[in-house]
């Protein structure tokens, strides 16, 4: 496969979290693939994504997902996403907040034969924890300790 053709199943995995058609995962994620950041409780290979893609649809069920950067080399792609929305299902037993949430993150996937077969990822999930109210922001923290 092409640098450009790994690059466009990258950005599917996003529209396949977004869209709740997880099934299609089938086509382009390998059934043993190694997730190497997977999210608790969600497992490895494509059953760990469509789980990972289940929970974050689940909870942000009208999220946006912006593709900021693509860059891809050889069987690698890296992707700089933001994603929007509001906090309203479950997520890694959190109850709903009702919050509104902007998170940053990146992933890299490895590609072989047109399916991804190593993942590694990293989102600002403090952030993200201080937007749901869960976490005081630092300068709040600062006020409160009376600086």
């Known amino acids: 496969m092409s640098v450009e053709e790994n690059k466009a199943i990258m950005r599917r995995l996003y529209e396949i979290v977004k869209s709740g058609k997880f099934d299609e995962a089938d086509e382009i994620i390998a059934v043993d693939m190694v997730d190497h950041d997977p999210v608790p409780g969600a497992g490895q290979g494509v059953a760990g994504f469509k789980e990972t893609a289940r929970i974050l649809h689940n909870a942000f069920s009208d999220m946006q997902i912006t ?5 891809a080399e050889d069987d690698m792609v890296a992707a700089r996403f933001t994603m929007r929305g509001v906090h309203k299902g479950e997520l890694m037993g959190m109850a709903p907040t009702g919050k509104e949430v902007t998170v940053t993150g990146m992933d890299i996937m490895r590609f072989k034969d047109g399916k991804g077969v190593e ?5 600002d999930d403090l952030g993200m924890m201080r937007q749901f109210g869960l976490l005081p922001a630092p300068a709040q923290q600062e006020r409160e300790r009376g600086r």
């Open 119 to 123: 993942h590694w990822a990293n989102q």
């Open 67 to 71: 593709v900021d950067h693509l860059i």
